[in-house]
Structures are given as structure tokens and as C-alpha cells.
């Protein structure tokens, strides 16, 4: 950490790196405003309200999608392992350093 601090301005530099954000936008829809050539009272009444209602914008970033694609391709490697082997050196030692009970 040391070769971060400022020893001039005494400051300490540090790095963040972000893994997974999530942002939500909200968009209220508003019905459009008459056109200058069309009378007052004339607007199309239906047409108002097709436009009522919001939009959602939803951005999911994820900067660790290739460590969970790796994990669950090691996770599914490890599934189809039959047999393991093992070796155990010095296994006579075995009985002197964990005796009966």
C-alpha cells in the first residue's frame, strides 16, 4: 500500500472495480401537445390516451459473466468424474500419528 500514498499531498490512491450493476429509468409517457393548426377541443381524445403510461429501462451489467460461465463449467466437469485415486504417502506413519479412537 505503500506505493500508493502521496506522501506529498498526503493522499492514498485506490482502485474500485465493479462487478455487477444494475440501473432502472423510469420514463413517464406524455400525451403530445396539440399542434398549432388544430382547434381547441379537437384533439383525438383515443389518441391521448394510447399514450398514457411509462416506459422502464432496465441495464443489468455483469463484469463477471466469464468466472460464472467457468465455474459452472467446472462444476459440471466435476459431475462426470467416475473414480478418484488417491496417494497416500508414508501411510504406515498413519497408525502412529492417529491412533484407535
Given at each position: 500500500?505503500k506505493?500508493?500514498?502521496?506522501?506529498?499531498?498526503?493522499t492514498?490512491?485506490?482502485?474500485?472495480?465493479v462487478?455487477?450493476?444494475?440501473?432502472?429509468?423510469?420514463?413517464?409517457?406524455?400525451?403530445?401537445?396539440?399542434?398549432?393548426?388544430?382547434?381547441?377541443?379537437?384533439?383525438?381524445?383515443?389518441?391521448?390516451?394510447?399514450?398514457?403510461?411509462?416506459?422502464?429501462?432496465?441495464?443489468?451489467v455483469?463484469?463477471?459473466?466469464?468466472?460464472?460461465?467457468?465455474?459452472?463449467?467446472?462444476m459440471?466437469k466435476?459431475?462426470?468424474?467416475?473414480?478418484?485415486?488417491?496417494?497416500?504417502?508414508?501411510?504406515?506413519?498413519?497408525?502412529?500419528?492417529?491412533?484407535?479412537?
Open positions: 500500500m506505493d500508493q500514498i502521496n506522501r506529498q499531498d498526503d492514498l490512491t485506490v482502485g474500485v472495480e462487478l455487477e450493476a444494475v440501473r432502472e429509468i423510469e420514463h413517464i409517457i406524455q400525451p403530445p401537445v396539440p399542434l398549432e393548426d388544430v382547434k381547441p377541443g379537437e384533439e383525438n381524445q383515443q389518441d391521448s390516451k394510447a399514450l398514457e403510461g411509462s416506459i422502464l429501462f432496465h441495464r443489468h455483469n463484469n463477471r459473466m466469464l468466472d460464472q460461465v467457468n465455474h459452472s463449467a467446472d459440471m466435476s459431475r462426470m468424474i467416475r473414480r478418484v485415486e488417491w496417494k497416500v504417502e508414508q501411510a504406515s506413519m498413519l497408525r502412529r500419528c492417529f491412533p484407535i479412537g
